[in-house]
């Protein structure tokens, strides 16, 4: 009988393939019969072929680090290649203290190492203790300083060397250890009082026979072990000298945010006599910051082949990229690039950005850390820079479809669909360096929210927020390093208002494009109405619509519409799936977008020949400015209404016929907008859309308070306003 070959691992399959074997034996007949002895048989053997399989297959993937799921397993084959996952880490803060009334003998003060106090953040008390002694000096009975504190349990493990163990382990039994606090010292035996302090180094270079350090590497159940040189590489211990290796075990992010620490230490001075009856003042100067869990399976996949392809230099972009979070854990997200990658070039340097894991920005004294570690990494002629992050922020006009046959309230079902994609915006695809906005994994997204919703037409724009330095001359540049669709010969760059000296009301910023070319030219205007503009600046800078690039010149900026000095400037990207490059940090912003219901009357049956269907345009097109309208001839004062899904500060007037409230100070003959009473209406959303009659108030009015800014412009019926 020929031998039959297996090609999945089916259970089925299998089993029908060792009846297919068995029928080449006239001996056996009833192996198809159900209920034979053979046919149970058969099918113990499937059965235990495919778990055989499966375990074989699972056993296989253990074994390399890209398909490896057991955490064990990742790390072990990631210590192959030389790669030390990051411990928990423990929050840090740093604490005033202040004595009093000390001894006339007391010269010193020394904090011990351990616990030096606790503090409660979210209802759970948290210890924090310091690794080494802390020394203060003492000023006609009074010390003040500072110290640096580290949430979590000081510990101490001792070590004796044994040379009669030829595979002895130096084990650190407690999981939860934050490595970058573990002191390793050596005495010479158990009766010794000197003690020699062994330094911790991630690689050889560099290292002599005589050279004082160890080594650490993740054991199983996430503890640590520590490793020593072998005479050749580091100095060997011998037998019988005595270890003693101290550490904190942290409770890693849970320790963030205490912001009150209540003294629980030891003293003593300089005697070493124990100082008791003192309690020192602590005043913590920030919350506690920085605690993060022990590093993921995931991070280790990704970090440890990058950290071994850069043999400890750092040469390229990604070379940079691997080694930062591994001296700087603290880091979220990084993107490294050339500075031949520029326009124009600067050759010879790398540029880098980072996003902290407690905050937006880098501080100074952090980038200054990160580039004193990078000096021993660095190779001559290449010069890294930290820069600081940007962030482009994609936005949605969506409007929804959906059976109202299946849906008790609409707007329960438009807070599932913002629902849903705000978990889709905290995934990994964004809030990232090199992050991507999918265009079609929202669309589908949205569509799969509920089975009520039968479509949905969905734009999208992007934003980033230029922050004004008011009252001085200063340029500008907003890099979107996205290509913008060109629909219009004006008012594709779009703004929220502000105010600039010289000129007297609130002005807006768009764009003209140069006839023929990629490129365009900025001016300022003011609204005279919704529609109507006066151009009070011309060519204040340029636009490159192929880089994605906005160029303000030189401007005096007085004041902003938003608060913090923010000027938002939007654009409609040339592709739907948005890419950040560079130093650009891609984030979606649920919030500034906008989500309108529509009823489906073809799917619901009301309206099957589609004849009074409401048609949504997939093109995007509106109002000139962002944000709220604020006309030149307005004063500050009450929210007029909605104009095209915009706040509207303008003057007005009622329709002679209707009485319908109408942008403008008179009616004419031309056509001009209508105003609602809410964003919804205006936008020709709600059923029973009506404009604002004639009991409302009839002057003319505008408000340059931050409360305009609360929305985002979007559509109309008649188009969009961005």
Do not use: W
């Not at 936005?395 to 329960?412: A, C, K, R, T």
């Not at 000027?567 to 940090?585: F, G, H, M, T, W």
């Amino acid at each position: 009988m020929a031998l039959q070959q297996f090609t999945n691992l089916n259970y089925e399959d299998i089993k029908t393939t060792i009846k297919d074997y068995l029928r080449e034996n006239s001996n056996f007949t009833d192996m198809d019969f159900d209920g034979s002895n053979l046919s149970v048989l058969i099918n113990l053997l499937a059965y235990n072929s495919y778990i055989t399989a499966y375990n074989t297959n699972m056993v296989v993937n253990e074994t390399f680090i890209d398909s490896a799921t057991l955490r064990e397993n990742v790390v072990s084959l990631a210590r192959n290649i030389g790669y030390v996952p990051r411990s928990r880490r423990a929050a840090t803060t740093e604490v005033s203290y202040n004595i009093t009334d000390l001894g006339s003998n007391t010269e010193v003060i020394k904090f011990q190492p351990g616990i030096i106090g606790n503090g409660n953040a979210n209802n759970v008390n948290y210890v924090f203790s310091i690794p080494e002694e802390v020394t203060g000096n003492v000023s006609n009975g009074q010390s003040d300083g500072v110290i640096k504190v580290f949430q979590g349990q000081y510990l101490t493990q001792n070590f004796v060397i044994d040379d009669s163990q030829p595979n002895q382990r130096f084990v650190l039994p407690n999981d939860g250890i934050d490595t970058s606090t573990i002191v390793v010292k050596v005495r010479e035996n158990s009766s010794s009082t000197s003690t020699e302090e062994y330094k911790l180094v991630d690689n050889i270079l560099g290292i002599t026979s005589t050279s004082q350090i160890y080594l650490i590497q993740e054991t199983t159940d996430e503890k640590y072990e520590v490793l020593f040189g072998d005479g050749i590489f580091g100095k060997k211990l011998t037998n019988g000298n005595v270890v003693s290796a101290s550490y904190i075990k942290t409770e890693g992010k849970g320790g963030n945010g205490v912001a009150r620490l209540n003294f629980g230490g030891t003293l003593k001075d300089q005697d070493g006599a124990l100082l008791s009856g003192y309690e020192p003042t602590f005043t913590v100067n920030y919350p506690s910051e920085s605690g993060d869990s022990i590093e993921d399976v995931r991070s280790v996949r990704y970090y440890a082949p990058r950290l071994y392809s850069s043999q400890h230099r750092a040469v390229t972009a990604s070379d940079y990229e691997a080694i930062i979070p591994s001296v700087f854990p603290n880091i979220e997200s990084i993107s490294a690039f050339g500075g031949e990658e520029l326009d124009p070039p600067r050759f010879g340097r790398v540029y880098i950005a980072a996003k902290p894991k407690n905050g937006s920005f880098l501080s100074q004294f952090s980038k200054k850390q990160i580039l004193t570690s990078l000096k021993k990494y660095s190779v001559a002629g290449i010069v890294p820079e930290l820069v600081d992050l940007k962030f482009l922020y994609v936005e949605l006009d969506s409007h929804i479809y959906y059976n109202s046959n299946f849906v008790g309230d609409p707007d329960n079902l438009k807070t599932s669909v913002s629902g849903a994609l705000q978990e889709f915006a905290s995934g990994t695809e964004l809030n990232k360096f090199g992050g991507r906005f999918k265009y079609s994994q929202v669309l589908s997204l949205i569509d799969r929210v509920d089975d009520s919703i039968t479509s949905n037409i969905t734009k999208v724009r992007i934003r980033r927020n230029l922050e004004a330095k008011i009252n001085q001359f200063a340029q500008y540049e907003l890099c979107f390093d996205n290509t913008f669709h060109i629909k219009d010969a004006s008012y594709n760059i779009k703004s929220t208002g502000f105010n600039v000296s010289g000129i007297s009301g609130t002005v807006y910023m768009s764009d003209t494009v140069i006839t023929g070319t990629t490129k365009g030219n900025l001016f300022l205007f003011q609204l005279s109405s919704d529609t109507e503009v006066t151009v009070v600046s011309q060519n204040v800078g340029s636009v490159d619509y192929e880089k994605g690039e906005i160029m303000l010149d030189t401007i005096n900026i007085s004041s902003t519409l938003l608060p913090d000095n923010i000027i938002e400037v939007q654009a409609i990207p040339d592709s739907n799936d948005v890419l950040a490059r560079k130093e650009l940090y891609l984030q979606f912003s649920v919030a500034k977008s906008n989500f309108f219901m529509r009823q489906d009357s073809i799917s619901t049956g009301a309206n099957t020949s589609g004849t009074r269907y409401d048609v949504e345009s997939s093109y995007s097109n509106g109002s000139k400015v962002r944000g709220a309208i604020i006309t030149k001839s307005a004063s500050t004062s009450d929210l007029v209404g909605y104009v095209n899904g915009n706040p509207y500060y303008g003057p007005f007037h009622f329709h002679p016929n209707t009485g319908k409230k109408m942008v403008g100070a008179f009616h004419v003959s031309t056509p001009h907008d209508t105003i609602y009473p809410t964003k919804a209406e205006s936008l020709g959303i709600s059923a029973q859309s009506s404009p604002i009659d004639s009991s409302s108030t009839s002057t003319s009015m505008t408000s340059t308070t931050s409360s305009s800014s609360s929305s985002s412009s979007s559509s109309s019926s008649g188009g969009y306003g961005y």
